[in-house]
């Protein structure tokens, strides 16, 4: 069978056909194919045919945030083409205006005319990010950065708002009657800016705040009816040493906390309606800050946190609260009484998590539901140089355990390990001539901790134990005869419940 080359008329004839079917698509189909890119290709598309000359003028979802537009061209340049993307656009609705731009002073009435010509058209989501310096992020003062004008503030079209790198410039009367999501990225919230804010968004669900106050206490007062969901990131920035969180939201479901940095505190009050707590803090504890630590510094913080969040049903912890709670362990401090009955903890499953694993189980006196995803970057931020901490006996610690978790022999019905034998510091792939024996004694914590759960857990009725990526085992010619001698070590381990299901995917 040959192949024949298309040329000359054929060519045309097949190019003519192929875009005569896209063509014959409804204007509104077209348009919401068209609302996935970015300004530049949309009106790119006006050269692919004379029926697509102006229909991108009524394109819903105008995208000004393309990287491409700061590599290419200067500021003037991005100043011009979103000027005149707009001065087309007719009379349709706006969905969805976004806009990442170099702010200078020079520019705030343009700025201005942009967001007032989203509002005219009765925009839903707005996203601006009006950026100063090198890398997009500001670490100018107030004064310095473009302030919102009034006429954002009485947008009752708007269901989703995200600003960056700007000033509130809150105005006296303000109105978000639509707004459900609220995300503030590198923004100083001074006083009661939060609080003003919100009370404003009747219907508010999800409040987002990301690197703001990074030289000040943050005060997130939102007594919203509707607000379900609160996530403050710390993540690039080194917040000023003494500053702190401070959270009043008495109708919460979810809470989450992240950081690179760490406050000197966070206060949580009245969060009597939380139902889902996550807390992943990555500070690194060295030999000089530990004498911090010892002075009840990150060890207060901790457990006072975890004190307020001991009524709620589910809590993340990620490996730097574990490794807090091994100095607690190692001390024989008392365990943080919690009331959680589904704990889920990301860590590597090393010898620095052991002991805060048991300190934190020792305290989850109604644990259901346990989940370990085992990720081995998770154990890089704590103790670094603090080798003296670590001269406890690693083998046979979870057996000099077992009469201390008294939530297992009671409550803990499901167990959930992902990543078992995964993520760790001797691979299979990259050392090709280790033996079966010797990986199992390489990831003797994932299986002693599974023999522990079995061993102790009297009204188990299910555990799951989920493998790594075929990846993690593909170049390795002694992965089936681990596979087999790995199910067979741990169906044979003793079993304090009788109906246990052990599932292996």
Sequence with gaps: MGFRLIQGKDLKQKMENTSDRIGDLPDSVLLHIMSFLSMEDVISTSFLSKGWRYLWRSIPNMDFGDPRLRRLRNVKDIARFVDQSIALHDDSKIREFRISFHYKDDYSSRVDSWIDFAVRHNVEELCLDCWKGKFGFSKLRNYDLYKLPSSLFGCESLTSLTLKHCDLNLPSSMSFSSLKTLNLVQIELNGTMVKDLTSNCPLLENLTIVDCNRKSALNIYAANLRLRSLKIIDYYYKCKAGTQIEIYAPNLLSLELRGATLRINYLVQNLLSLVEATIHLEEMLTSKNMNEFMGDYYDSMLKKLLESLRHVKHLKLCSWCIQVL?????????????????????????????????????????LETLVIIKDSKEDNYAFEGNEAYLGYHERGYWESRELSFSCLL?????????????????????????????????????????????????????????????????????????????????????????????VFS
Aim: charged share 30%.
């Design 326 to 366: 091994f100095v607690r362990e190692i001390q024989r401090l008392e365990s943080p009484s919690i009331n959680v009955t589904c704990l889920e903890l990301k860590l590597g499953l090393s010898k620095l998590e052991l002991p805060g694993i048991a300190h934190l189980l020792r305290g989850s006196c109604n």
């Design 410 to 502: 009671r409550h803990l019905k499901t167990v959930k390990i992902c990543n078992f034998l995964g993520g760790d510091r001797i691979h299979p792939v990259e050392n090709g001539s280790i033996t079966v024996e010797e990986f199992l004694e390489c990831h003797e914590n994932d299986i002693e901790l599974v023999k522990i759960l079995l061993k102790s857990s009297r009204v188990l009725e299910r555990m799951t134990i989920q493998f790594p990526k075929e990846e993690h085992f593909k170049k390795w010619a002694e992965k089936s005869k681990l596979l087999s001698k790995l199910t067979q070590k741990l169906l044979f381990f003793p079993k304090a419940s009788l109906n246990v299901e052990i």
